[in-house]
Structure formats: C-alpha cells, structure tokens
C-alpha cells in the first residue's frame, strides 16, 4: 500500500512538473517581447517566473510594502485603533487622493481607515501621511529587510518625492518574483495577529483595482495592490498588479497562490488587457491541477482519504488564513463601519469629488468615465489606482 502510495504521489509530482513548464510557456507567449515580467508561487511550492528576475517601478505596489513594514512594528489592536490627525497640508492637490475629496480641511482618524484609503482606493495622500507619522521609506525599506524575506527591492521615496521629480519612480522597485514572495510571506507564513487586520484591510470591497488580476480570478478570494505610472509620450510607465489568491478544490479544501505581473513603458489599456489575460491563464492551471491531483488519488482504490491529506499539506499557510476568518469578517465590517462614519457618505456620489480638482477619469458610480481627463496623467502627473 504504501509503494502504491508513494507513486500516485510520484505521479502527482510529474504532473505538477509538467504542469508548470506549460503554464511557463503559456505565460511566455502572451508577454511576447513586452517589457512585462511575472512571477508565481504556488501552494505547491512551484515558482513559475518570465522576466521574473527583472527590475521594475513599484509606483502604488509600494503601499502594500509599506503596510506589511507597519503591521511588523504594532499589533493588531494598535494597527486598528491607533488615531491620526492630519491637517489640509498633508492633502496635496495636486495627486489622486479621495481623502481629500470626503475632507479637504484634515481631521482625526484610526489607523485603519487611512490604511484603507491607501491599499484599497491607492490614496497618495493617505499613503504619505502614514510615512510622515509612522515610517519613512528608508524605514520601511530596512525593516522589511531584515523582517521578512524580501531582498530585491527598494523603496526610497514618497508619492509626493514621485510627484515633484517622476524620475524617482525608477528608485522605488521590486522583481516580480521577489514581490511575488513577499505576498506570499504576508498571506501564507506570517501568523502574527497584525498582519491578520492587514489582511482585514485588504479584503475590504473597492471599486479600484478589479480590471487586471482580479479580472482572470474565478470564485476565489484575492488580495491585490495594483500601481500604474506616469504617462509620457503615449505610454504609460508602469501598469502594475500583485496578488494572493486562494481557491476552493471541488472535492473540499483550500488552494492558493501569490501572483505579480509589472510591465513598463507600455499601453496601459492592453497591458491591463495582458495582466487579465494571464491571471486568467494561472487561475485556470491551479484549478486544474488540483481536480487532475485530486482524480489521481481517488483513482487509486481507498485513496480519497488519503487525497484530501494531501490537499491539506498542499495548502500550506491556508490554515492560518481561514482560522483567521471570523476575526477578519469583524475587523473588515469594523473597518468599513469606521470609513463609512468618517466620510459621512459614500465617496463616489461626493460632490466634493466632482470639484476638488483630482480630474480622476471616474464618474459617481465608480467606473472609468470617457471625458477627456480620463486616462490622461501627462498634464498633471497624477496617478490613479486603475
């Protein structure tokens, strides 16, 4: 019984080896000659990478790496209930920043809720003032550094730094696969109850980020933070996205994986279009090969049991993530209850957006408008969390 068992895994095994020089090749395909690179790294323990090793601007990606630095010096009572003040000098017109459009005159809030406006709706103000009262990005850089396993990276400056010289948008960067692997340390190895309310943070709904990976994502749940660029002579910079994503097995259990996709100087509609189009291509591959794994074993008589066994061990980290479940649906009303309360009403029927000079590209409902400021940053330099 055991020879047998050891070759359904052996056969398993040669699959999933096979699975991923496929998938590779798959994603090769779609990325052509565009300056894009991507990584994966399965619950499986695969790592899948094209143009993986290269360097790429951050742009918003960066918030997250500022976030995950934040959780690692607090717990989780502190990351939720800490307050901050700000004034209208802290809100720079001059960037995208719905913070600014609920309340241009500053005020007091948790923690929580300006890490909302800066990982779920991309603030750029919210995103600064957290790096004035809390970590600098030579803080953040160095502590996640010797924290986590993130080592090819750099974050370096501010959105405002960004803003006033877009040339050091080129000193905040990751690889793919190095942001691919922070992902996964934040979502599938971190147990510490901080990082559950950032995963909290993220899981809360927005109406921003949902065009690239999330766009390829079946019923799974995922957790993303996007980034796009400066735009310069037709094309746009960075058009960005990062992710982990876990996934139900038909038969019962969990998957997941962590995903990163950057590409530079491109067209941002079609690369949004590509980032799709792969997440769509990695999503398809794991839950494929989790039902051929899952066949495999059943097939083998007496063998379900002992599939499952092996879908538990496969998920590793996915237990830390549902055990985590009924303390993040609270954190996440809680968070939600706390913006809803400060901004008074829903930030895309605002008027004050309409007239805060932010020129965003979005109208009241949240979707992408078609006006002539729509898609644009070259005039203004402002960057959108699309």
């Known amino acids: 019984m055991r020879r047998i068992f050891l070759s359904v895994l052996g056969l ?58 934040m959780a690692k010096t607090m717990s989780a009572v502190d990351f939720l209930n800490t307050k901050v003040t700000y004034g209208a000098d802290d809100l720079k017109a001059n960037t995208w920043s719905p913070l600014r459009a609920v309340n241009s ?15 779920r709706m991309s603030d750029n103000n919210a995103a600064d003032i957290l790096f004035d009262r809390f ?39 990751s690889t793919p ?22 995963q909290a943070v993220m899981a809360s709904e927005s109406a921003f980020g949902n065009s690239r990976i999330v766009k390829g994502i079946g019923n799974g749940t995922v957790f993303n933070k996007t980034g796009t660029g400066f735009e310069k002579d037709g094309k746009t ?23 990163a996709v950057f590409a530079s100087d491109c ?10 189009e792969i997440s769509e291509l990695v999503w398809s591959w794991h839950i494929t090969r989790a039902n051929d794994i899952a066949a495999n074993m059943v097939s083998v008589g007496g063998a379900s049991r002992r599939g499952a066994t092996v879908r538990d061990g496969a998920g590793g980290g996915i237990g830390q993530i549902l055990g985590a479940a009924a ?18 009403e829903d930030y895309y029927n605002d008027s004050s957006s309409k007239n805060s000079g932010s020129n965003s590209g979005y109208n009241s409902s949240g979707s992408r408008s078609k006006g002539s400021g729509s898609g644009s940053r070259s005039t203004s330099q402002r960057r959108r969390p699309r």
């Not at 005020?107 to 300006?114: A, E, I, Y």
């Open 327 to 344: 303390l993040t649906a609270i954190v996440v009303d809680e968070i939600i209850n706390r913006v809803n309360d400060y901004s008074g």
């Open 105 to 119: 005159h500053g005020g007091t809030v948790d923690l929580s809720t300006l890490l909302y406006y800066s990982l």
């Open 267 to 276: 067209d941002a509609a079609e690369t949004e279009a590509k980032i799709a």
């Open 12 to 69: 398993a095994g040669t699959l999933c080896v096979l699975g991923a020089e496929s998938l590779e090749s798959r994603i090769a395909a779609v990325v052509g000659d565009r300056n894009m690179g991507v990584a994966v790294i399965s619950g499986w323990g695969d790592t899948i990478s094209v143009n993986g090793d290269r360097r790429f601007e951050l742009q918003s990606v960066m918030k997250f790496h500022q976030a995950l630095a």
């Open 135 to 173: 970590l600098s990005p030579a803080k953040v850089d160095s502590l996640l550094r010797s924290e986590t396993p993130a080592r090819d990276f750099a974050i370096a400056h501010t959105e405002d730094d960004m803003h006033r010289d877009i040339s050091l948008s080129a000193e905040n960067w």
């Open 237 to 259: 910079s960075a058009v960005n996205d990062a992710a982990f994503v876990y996934f139900p097995y038909a038969s019962g259990g969990f998957g997941h994986y962590s995903i």
């Open 177 to 198: 696969l190095d942001c691919a692997g922070l992902f996964n340390y934040a979502f599938a190895e971190d147990t510490t109850q901080s990082i559950v309310a950032l």
